[in-house]
């Protein structure tokens, strides 16, 4: 239960509306530090519209997504920021420090770059016509963009930034390694067969020392055989490194296997969350996905009034 | 007549697909579409006699002969047009970046520096003033101003239409600074005006430049182009209609460029390059032959800080935005600020170029400004190879090169009479050139692309997987 002990993300009240269309209704859930958490739901339940929330690709209608870096969102520090103009609060000792972070007032690149939230994407989104290693450097732009004095101690040929990008070399071949794709580092990433390119792109996305990784659909498309070996790699991830992983997952096998905790959404509400065993048992949660008989709906329109 | 057949039908022709009958029924009725089109046209012709007075001449003849051509071009058509026959001609894949990528950009360099003696020898003092100046710096004003709109639209993806709004800045600032700002300022640094504004016209055309990107910034695609075609139009009718500042559509006379403060010929019998130097000749060609070495050497510092920026966080965040936009924002590239520096960049040897223009020219006017200059640099840029520099260069030399060379067609009067005037024909020529060569490489010259960093054996990646950005 570390999500209601330890929280490394909040979200409260979250609404998104599309015009007419409410896609995400009133949600509230946490996502606990350390943990693998799973959002789960029917087609166009509106996960994929609380990743784009969460990770700023939209801002919310309303709603709060507070992420704490350092330790447990605390209500009262959240609430000074929210009454402040200010959109986080980080520590001032290092470039990257941690902090508060209020995801909704920033936009998607500073929730990349400060709150350090990786995301990947249902659709693969790698450079295509860039080579795997070029991939998995870009995503290390902004430590290397500092180190080449904003490009000017770069075209120089600065010592330190030579030395700053040979460690990005040796960041990103130690992640080639763990994909097993040390081989193909010089070939186009566009030229990856499916599987890869999906580990490839989780690469590029822990490549940005995230504290929170979200995955949107990350065994879509893999072989049985390859979906083990995801789950092999989410769980190194959460065991070796800081980083927390919040995942839409659609497999259950997935799901069930490697999640600490699982939300249920449908229709843009929450309809379940706890640990993968309650969920499961949900009669909710069951009757969203496989339906109910014909008496059950009746009983239940008679239980509400209709 | 399937798509996928090619190749096993020369051996053995299947039967046609029409029948004789059939094919000319159709024919006949082509013929009859083709009668009632020449009917008006063709066979009823209108003439003025000598008494200007309208008369009807009829030509029964040619009206037949055009139908008849109708009818049996398309009889046969249908008859052969299903047979597969061999392609008459391939085009050879030729590929600079894997036939000689190692020694072509040294050899090319080496070419390019014995350039000027080389015309010189051949062509004697007044050919080499052709040769080096209207060949080589215009060709190399031209591979310069492309490599900068390289960055822009072959690294960056950002199509832009306006370039040559730059180049004018750049071009103004020098004649506004070196003809009006510093004779009624400090008339001592005259001869050395256009070292002076060269740093200052590249800064001012970096800063329009971000003043351009700041509104195209959520733009796309064919808006982002639209909106960068009307900032170039923008500028040159400012520097048409601003008459206080620029003198209008009758443009500045500049001061020519000097060999560091000493001019090449000095009308008061003052010292000059020639006779400090005791050397013989025309002045003229010496400073063509200067004139050559500067633009190529600013060139070379643009090429040079182009590769270095390739494999820098810049460039290679340049690279990024034009392969996925999306995934850059959610790697925490501030999009806003690489495509801002993507644009000053490019503005910035924009600037450079233009106040070497002006300096050679010895005139600045708005005529030389206009979109069909915009065109040729982006045109240059896509037949190059959107993002390789070699390309570019080679791609240059092609178009600009072509174009100078085809002002040389006074032997087609020899062929067409007299009254022909070849000079028509140079962009239709020029033109068909372009689809041609098009047609033949469609992702231009080089369309692999080298990485810019490498962990095992570098290899070009092909163009297939490269995008081409989207604004």
Same mark, same amino acid.
């Not at chain 2, 050397?279 to 600013?298: D, E, K, M, Q």
């Given at each position: 239960?570390?999500?209601?002990?330890?929280?490394?993300?909040?979200?409260?009240?979250?609404?998104?509306?599309?015009?007419?269309?409410? /896609?995400?209704?009133?949600?509230?859930?946490? !996502?606990?530090?350390?943990?693998?958490?799973?959002?789960?739901?029917?087609?166009?339940?509106?996960?994929?519209?609380?990743?784009?929330?969460?990770?700023?690709?939209?801002?919310?209608?309303?709603?709060?997504?507070?992420? @704490?870096?350092?330790?447990?969102?605390?209500?009262?520090?959240?609430?000074?920021?929210?009454?402040?103009?200010?959109?986080?609060?980080?520590?001032?000792?290092?470039?990257?420090?941690?902090?508060?972070?209020?995801?909704?007032?920033?936009?998607?690149?500073?929730?990349?770059?400060?709150?350090?939230? &990786?995301?990947?994407?249902?659709?693969?989104?790698?450079?295509?016509?860039?080579?795997?290693?070029?991939?998995?450097?870009?995503?290390?732009?902004?430590?290397?963009?500092?180190?080449?004095?904003?490009?000017?101690?770069?075209?120089?040929?600065? &010592?330190?930034?030579?030395?700053?990008?040979?460690?990005?070399?040796?960041?990103?071949?130690?992640?080639?390694?763990?994909?097993?794709?040390?081989?193909?580092?010089?070939?186009?990433?566009?030229?990856?067969? +499916?599987?890869? =390119?999906?580990?490839?792109?989780?690469?590029? /996305?822990?490549?940005?020392?995230?504290?929170?990784?979200?995955?949107?659909?990350?065994?879509?498309?893999?072989?049985?055989?390859?979906?083990?070996?995801?789950?092999?790699?989410?769980?190194?991830?959460?065991?070796?490194?800081?980083?927390?992983?919040?995942?839409?997952?659609?497999?259950?096998?997935?799901?069930?296997?490697? @999640?600490?905790?699982?939300?249920?959404?449908? +229709?843009?509400?929450?309809?379940?969350?706890?640990?993968?065993?309650?969920?499961?048992?949900?009669?909710?949660? *069951?009757?969203?996905?496989?339906?109910?008989?014909?008496?059950?709906?009746?009983?239940?329109?008679?239980?509400?009034?209709? | 007549?399937?798509?996928?057949?090619?190749?096993?039908?020369?051996?053995?022709?299947?039967?046609?697909?029409?029948?004789?009958?059939?094919? /000319?029924?159709?024919?006949?009725?082509?013929?009859?579409?083709?009668?009632?089109?020449?009917?008006? *046209? *063709?066979?009823?012709?209108?003439?003025?006699?000598?008494?200007?007075?309208?008369?009807?001449?009829?030509?029964?003849?040619?009206?037949?002969?055009?139908?008849?051509?109708?009818?049996?071009?398309?009889?046969?058509?249908?008859?052969?047009?299903?047979?597969?026959?061999?392609?008459?001609?391939?085009?050879?894949?030729?590929?600079?970046?894997?036939?000689?990528?190692?020694?072509?950009?040294?050899?090319?360099?080496?070419?390019?520096?014995?350039?000027?003696?080389?015309?010189?020898?051949? &062509?004697?003092? @007044?050919?080499?003033?052709?040769?080096?100046?209207?060949?080589?710096?215009?060709?190399?004003?031209?591979?310069?101003? $492309?490599?900068?709109?390289?960055?822009?639209?072959?690294?960056?993806?950002?199509?832009?239409?306006?370039?040559?709004?730059?180049?004018?800045?750049?071009?103004?600032?020098?004649?506004?600074?070196?003809?009006?700002?510093?004779?009624?300022?400090?008339?001592?640094?005259?001869?050395?005006?256009?070292?002076?504004?060269?740093?200052?016209?590249?800064?001012?055309?970096?800063?329009?430049?971000?003043?351009?990107?700041?509104?195209?910034?959520?733009?796309?695609?064919?808006?982002?182009?639209?909106?960068?075609?009307?900032?170039?139009?923008?500028?040159?009718?400012?520097?048409?209609?601003?008459?206080?500042?620029?003198?209008?559509?009758?443009?500045?006379?500049?001061?020519?460029?000097?060999?560091?403060?000493?001019?090449?010929?000095?009308?008061?019998?003052?010292?000059?390059?020639?006779?400090?130097?005791?050397?013989?000749?025309?002045?003229?060609?010496?400073?063509?032959?200067?004139?050559?070495?500067?633009?190529?050497?600013?060139?070379?510092?643009?090429?040079?800080?182009? =590769?270095?920026?390739?494999?820098?966080?810049?460039?290679?965040?340049?690279?990024?935005?034009?392969?996925?936009?999306?995934?850059?924002?959610?790697?925490?590239?501030?999009?806003?600020?690489?495509?801002?520096?993507?644009?000053?960049?490019?503005?910035?040897?924009?600037?450079?170029?233009? $106040?070497?223009?002006?300096?050679?020219?010895?005139?600045?006017?708005?005529? @030389?400004?206009?979109?069909?200059?915009?065109?040729?640099?982006?045109?240059?840029?896509?037949?190059?190879?959107?993002?390789?520099?070699?390309?570019? &260069?080679?791609? $240059?030399?092609?178009?600009?090169?072509?174009?100078?060379?085809?002002?040389?067609?006074?032997?087609?009067? $020899?062929?067409?009479?007299?009254?022909?005037?070849?000079?028509? +024909?140079?962009?239709?020529?020029?033109?068909?050139?372009?689809?041609?060569?098009?047609?033949?490489?469609?992702?231009?010259?080089?369309?692999?692309?080298?990485?810019?960093?490498?962990?095992?054996?570098?290899?070009? *990646? /092909?163009?297939?997987? !490269?995008?081409?950005?989207?604004?």
């Amino acid at each position: 239960m570390r999500w209601l002990s330890d929280p490394l993300l909040i979200v409260e009240g979250l609404t998104m509306r599309f015009g007419g269309l409410v /896609a995400v209704r009133d949600l509230s859930f946490s !996502v606990g530090r350390g943990d693998i958490t799973a959002l789960i739901g029917p087609n166009g339940a509106g996960k994929t519209t609380v990743f784009n929330c969460i990770t700023g690709f939209y801002k919310p209608t309303s709603g709060l997504i507070a992420l @704490s870096t350092d330790n447990a969102v605390d209500a009262d520090a959240v609430a000074a920021l929210t009454a402040s103009s200010r959109r986080y609060l980080r520590r001032e000792d290092a470039p990257d420090a941690g902090g508060l972070f209020l995801l909704e007032r920033m936009p998607d690149f500073e929730i990349a770059q400060k709150a350090h939230v &990786a995301r990947t994407f249902q659709n693969i989104r790698l450079f295509p016509g860039m080579t795997v290693l070029e991939n998995l450097i870009v995503a290390q732009h902004n430590p290397l963009m500092r180190a080449s004095g904003w490009s000017l101690l770069g075209l120089v040929g600065a &010592a330190s930034y030579r030395e700053a990008e040979r460690a990005a070399v040796e960041r990103a071949t130690s992640w080639l390694d763990r994909i097993g794709l040390i081989p193909r580092a010089d070939d186009a990433a566009g030229a990856l067969p +499916y599987g890869d =390119q999906r580990r490839l792109e989780i690469a590029r /996305a822990m490549c940005t020392k995230p504290v929170l990784l979200c995955l949107d659909e990350p065994a879509a498309g893999l072989n049985p055989r390859e979906t083990a070996a995801l789950n092999g790699l989410l769980r190194s991830i959460r065991d070796e490194h800081s980083t927390s992983i919040l995942l839409i997952e659609h497999d259950m096998s997935v799901v069930m296997e490697i @999640s600490d905790h699982v939300i249920v959404i449908e +229709y843009g509400l929450k309809i379940s969350d706890g640990t993968p065993e309650s969920v499961s048992n949900d009669p909710k949660v *069951i009757a969203a996905y496989l339906g109910v008989e014909d008496d059950e709906v009746v009983k239940a329109e008679a239980e509400v009034g209709l | 007549m399937s798509a996928g057949g090619q190749g096993s039908m020369m051996s053995e022709l299947p039967p046609p697909a029409v029948s004789t009958r059939e094919a /000319a029924r159709d024919a006949a009725r082509w013929a009859l579409v083709a009668f009632g089109l020449c009917f008006p *046209i *063709i066979l009823l012709r209108t003439d003025q006699d000598l008494s200007n007075r309208i008369v009807l001449n009829m030509r029964p003849w040619l009206t037949l002969g055009l139908v008849l051509a109708v009818f049996v071009g398309r009889f046969l058509w249908l008859l052969t047009a299903h047979v597969q026959r061999p392609k008459p001609f391939t085009f050879p894949r030729l590929d600079l970046a894997t036939h000689g990528a190692r020694w072509f950009p040294w050899v090319g360099l080496a070419a390019l520096f014995l350039f000027p003696f080389l015309s010189l020898a051949l &062509a004697g003092p @007044s050919g080499a003033i052709k040769w080096v100046d209207n060949f080589g710096v215009q060709i190399l004003i031209y591979v310069m101003l $492309a490599w900068g709109l390289n960055i822009v639209v072959g690294l960056a993806g950002l199509l832009d239409l306006g370039y040559v709004a730059f180049y004018a800045v750049g071009a103004y600032t020098y004649a506004i600074i070196a003809a009006y700002v510093i004779p009624a300022t400090v008339p001592v640094l005259g001869p050395w005006a256009f070292w002076i504004c060269l740093p200052i016209a590249g800064l001012l055309a970096a800063l329009w430049g971000i003043i351009l990107g700041f509104p195209v910034l959520r733009l796309r695609g064919d808006y982002l182009a639209i909106v960068t075609l009307a900032f170039g139009e923008i500028i040159r009718l400012v520097l048409i209609n601003w008459v206080a500042l620029t003198n209008g559509s009758f443009g500045i006379q500049t001061p020519r460029i000097t060999f560091f403060g000493l001019p090449f010929t000095s009308p008061s019998g003052g010292t000059t390059f020639s006779s400090l130097f005791g050397l013989p000749g025309n002045p003229t060609v010496h400073r063509s032959i200067f004139l050559y070495y500067t633009i190529l050497a600013l060139a070379l510092l643009v090429a040079f800080v182009t =590769q270095r920026m390739r494999r820098l966080p810049v460039g290679r965040a340049w690279e990024a935005l034009r392969e996925d936009e999306i995934a850059c924002r959610s790697l925490g590239l501030n999009t806003v600020n690489t495509k801002l520096t993507a644009f000053a960049m490019g503005a910035l040897f924009g600037g450079l170029a233009g $106040a070497f223009f002006g300096a050679r020219q010895g005139f600045v006017n708005p005529k @030389s400004f206009e979109f069909l200059e915009s065109a040729t640099i982006l045109a240059i840029v896509v037949l190059g190879g959107m993002g390789s520099l070699v390309g570019v &260069a080679v791609a $240059a030399v092609v178009v600009i090169g072509g174009i100078e060379l085809l002002r040389e067609l006074d032997w087609m009067k $020899a062929i067409f009479g007299e009254d022909f005037d070849p000079g028509q +024909y140079r962009m239709l020529i020029f033109g068909l050139a372009m689809v041609v060569v098009m047609i033949w490489r469609p992702r231009g010259l080089i369309a692999s692309r080298h990485p810019s960093i490498v962990l095992n054996e570098g290899k070009s *990646i /092909a163009g297939a997987h !490269v995008k081409e950005g989207h604004g």
